[in-house]
């Protein structure tokens, strides 16, 4: 089946502590890209992706680090949360990045 | 100013209503164009991409009007599990993408 998957879906965390939420696709697309989604404040793009070693920051990057070493994996990495980035978190995956984005079923993270 | 602005609504309308959506963008550069449909802060899913002749899908219809800079989503014979938030998308000359912070919909019997 195609599809994005995230781990973890559910996670409480610390301020400092250093995390790292998994994506990873399985339809050999090209672009992906992690967004966060707050209250009021809609769907905003962290970073994306167009290909392995190739990433460029979004709207939000600060705080967050992503790497893309293999084509279907795109990790987000928080060095050191802070409640701020409680929120909502979606990976997605296209072709080209200019056509149908498929996201991942989303990680609640909550930093205390 | 955001790049992509909805009126976030509630639309409440009774089954078997029309009712359409707009969004605006700032950008006149921008190239492509789509509305998701999200439920419940489930993830999003493309519903239908948008250009510049108009579209249609079913009871769905989307237009584009780039000297306006806004876009249009018309749903026909609305049904309860048209119930959702739709957000409108916005794509400029890169790649990243803009995301209009949805108008809700909720369908009633």
């Known amino acids: 089946e195609a599809q994005v998957t995230q781990n973890p879906r559910y996670l409480i965390t610390v301020t400092g502590k250093k995390l790292t939420v998994t994506c990873s696709q399985n339809m050999n697309h090209e672009y992906m890209s992690w967004y966060r989604q707050d209250p009021g404040l809609g769907l905003r793009q962290i970073y994306y992706s167009m290909n392995v070693e190739v990433t460029d920051k979004g709207d939000v990057p600060e705080g967050y680090k992503v790497s893309r070493k293999e084509k279907r994996n795109f990790p987000l990495i928080l060095e050191s949360p802070s409640p701020n980035q409680t929120s909502l978190y979606f990976c997605?995956?296209?072709?080209?990045?200019?056509?149908?984005?498929?996201f991942g079923p989303g990680t609640r993270l909550t930093v205390t | 100013r955001k790049e992509v602005e909805q009126d976030p609504g509630p639309f409440n309308v009774p089954e078997g209503a029309t009712v359409a959506f707009n969004c605006t963008y700032s950008n006149s550069a921008s190239q492509s164009f789509f509305w998701y449909r999200q439920d419940c802060r489930k993830e999003p899913k493309l519903l239908m991409s948008v250009y510049s002749s108009g579209n249609e899908d079913g009871r769905f219809t989307a237009q584009l009007n780039r000297a306006s800079q806004y876009i249009s989503l018309l749903i026909r014979d609305s049904k309860l599990s048209d119930s959702a938030t739709y957000l409108c998308?916005?794509?400029?000359?890169?790649?990243?993408?803009?995301f209009g912070k949805g108008t809700s919909l909720l369908v009633t019997p």
């Open positions: 997605a995956s296209s072709f080209s990045g200019s056509d149908e984005q498929y």
């Open positions: 998308v916005v794509r400029n000359s890169g790649y990243a993408l803009n």
